[in-house]
């Protein structure tokens, strides 16, 4: 059963902003796992993109300070790796927001559960003119959860969120 405090913590945690999509919540991007209530003492876990994501520690400073500040004074933030994030925990808002920002999110349920090492596979629309003639410039982008794509009618670069 989730109590009133409960809910009340979830609300406050899952409005942070991620530090490097800041567009997104970390309940947008699927980062936030659970956050309990009890006795008045809030258990916080993030599951980050990636087991080496160097934003992992600023996240959770984030999401402790924003508990505390919201009147929770006992406050604990753990990390959780299993199970392993997923682009497909990506919201629909969170990939609408992408989208407005100009990123290109990841097609929902592209993931499937299984890690996929190669090029993408269908057709990537760009987020500037909506054209799906793109082209991937390369795997590497501005994070590691990123590539750099661009677009072959209006000739702008984006960013692209891999599908993990």
């Known amino acids: 059963m989730v109590t009133a405090a409960a809910h009340r913590a979830w609300e ?13 919540t970390l309940a947008d991007l699927g980062v936030l ?6 006795a008045g003492a809030v258990t916080a876990w993030i599951t980050p993109t990636y ?9 959770a400073a984030d999401v402790d ?5 919201a009147g929770y004074p006992r406050v604990e933030v753990r990390l959780r790796l299993d199970p392993p994030w997923s682009s497909d925990l990506i919201s629909a808002e969170g990939r609408r927001k992408l989208a407005e920002a100009g990123i290109a999110p990841p097609q929902p ?11 993408t596979r269908h057709a990537v629309s760009c987020p500037q003119c909506g054209s799906p003639d793109t082209e ?5 982008g501005s ?8 677009c072959r009618a209006c000739r702008e670069p984006f960013d692209r969120i891999k599908e993990i």
């Open 12 to 24: 406050v945690a899952a409005a942070v902003p991620d530090p490097e999509l800041p567009m997104l």
């Open 33 to 38: 796992a659970d956050v309990r209530e009890e």
């Open 51 to 59: 087991s080496g994501c160097p934003a992992v520690a600023e996240m």
């Open 65 to 69: 300070a924003r508990l505390r500040a």
């Open 109 to 119: 349920g592209a993931a499937a559960g299984l890690l996929r090492l190669g090029p």
């Open 136 to 140: 991937e410039l390369s795997r590497f």
């Open 143 to 150: 994070t590691a959860c990123k590539a750099l794509w661009r």
